[in-house]
């Protein structure tokens, strides 16, 4: 299924609760995402960015350096908490049972999938298929007109059993999203006391997710995930328009631009476009001017801003190394030894939902409390960035550069820097 039409079923479920379930959402966190004009997949531009990544890093690799979606970026883009309790719990290689009892839903033997139109149809989201005569907003109306008859209308034991649902629908194929027709129910463990969802902090494992996404393989044409936040990340690459400035949160103020060319073509252009991009130019410190005012969610996440930390979404367990961009914290780039992956013992990287039974609050005890000390904060007291971009001249050399035109000497480019 298409991405932007599995936002549509999840804003027509969200719209058809009653006032007091979408308050229970909102208390959760999510809230901020239903206010967000729904995009137009950009296919393009996360093929490019997936080019550039550097998964040993876990950083893209830019002709002027290093760069590295953050916690900020989550928390300022999506509105979502980066602060809280890590998404970490059990994983298990069956969750048909777990499915039955929370959800009243059927799952496969040794599966961590739910059906999509299963789903959809326990939330009252029948043909959900759109017409052609229909308008986008004629579609989505009449989606959350169908779904609120089936939907409970006060407190009680089947509102938990819609709002699980809805949850699961959202988490799997919204802000998670894989490749593939069904829904992963792998969060489920953390639905079954709905008071508690709220405490998580969703922004650190979306990000984690972001970045296991970008580590797939380049040969990879979809988009996984919320795809909104990378298309808004870099909006000096025109990728978009800003129409409606100074909302918050930012992926609030901007609509995709369609693109008609071939997508070889607006893979090349925006290649071309990114290796030929003025260095001076290149802005670290996109939130300068922003304010606080109406993102109540700011306060407790600014304390993470700063901190290189391990990032948490079940199995997946990834480091932020914010230290490779001291740019953005507004330090001059240190030199340092660059990552390499023996360097980290990772848990996990990939589910499957075929393997044992594992508690990831045990097996990644020391990025736990690594998470639970909020990290390290980065710090640096050079004064020049020239032995940082001399020693990552040296690592990368023609590597960062990706345009099929593009002729460069490296050693002289890097110079220039």
Known sequence: MRARVSWTLVLAAFLAFPAFQRERVEEMGFGEIFRMERMRVDLALPQALRSRWDKEATAFVFPWGHMIPSLEDVSRITGLRVYGRPVSDYTYHCYHELAEQLLDLPVEHRSSLVPRVALQESLGLYKAEKNAEESEDEYLERLSRVSRRELASEHGPQADLDLRRFLVLFLGRLLFATRGDAVHCRFLPLLE?????????????????????????????????????????????????????????????????????????????????????????????????????????????????????????????????????????????????????????????????????????????????????????????????????????????????????????????????
């Open 193 to 417: 006391d709905l008071g508690e969802v709220g405490g998580y902090a969703w922004g650190v494992a979306f990000l984690a997710h972001q970045f296991d996404g970008l580590s797939a393989s380049k040969r990879q044409t979809s988009t996984s995930g919320f795809y909104p936040f990378l298309q808004v990340h870099l909006p000096a690459l025109e990728r978009g328009d800003l129409t409606r400035p100074g909302l918050v949160p930012i992926a609030c103020r901007w609509d995709s631009r369609r693109d008609t060319r071939h997508l070889a073509d607006q893979l090349e252009r925006l290649q071309k476009a990114i290796d030929s991009y003025p260095y001076l130019d290149a802005v670290w410190q996109p939130y300068l001017g922003e304010g606080d005012e109406g993102q109540p969610w700011l306060v407790q996440a600014r304390s993470y801003f700063s901190r290189s930390v391990w990032l948490h979404a079940l199995n997946l367990v990834l480091p932020l190394h914010l230290h490779l961009c001291q740019c953005s914290l507004g330090l001059r780039q240190s030199v340092m030894e660059f990552p390499v992956r023996d360097c980290f013992r990772r848990p996990g990287r990939s589910f499957r939902g075929l393997h044992d039974t594992t508690d990831w609050c045990e097996r990644a005890r020391e990025q736990i409390e690594n998470w639970e000390h909020k990290g390290k904060a980065v710090k640096s007291d050079t004064t020049t960035d020239d032995a940082y971009l001399q020693a990552y001249a040296l690592k990368y050399g023609g590597k960062v550069y990706k345009s099929a035109r593009h002729q460069v000497d490296v050693a002289g480019e890097i110079a220039s820097l």
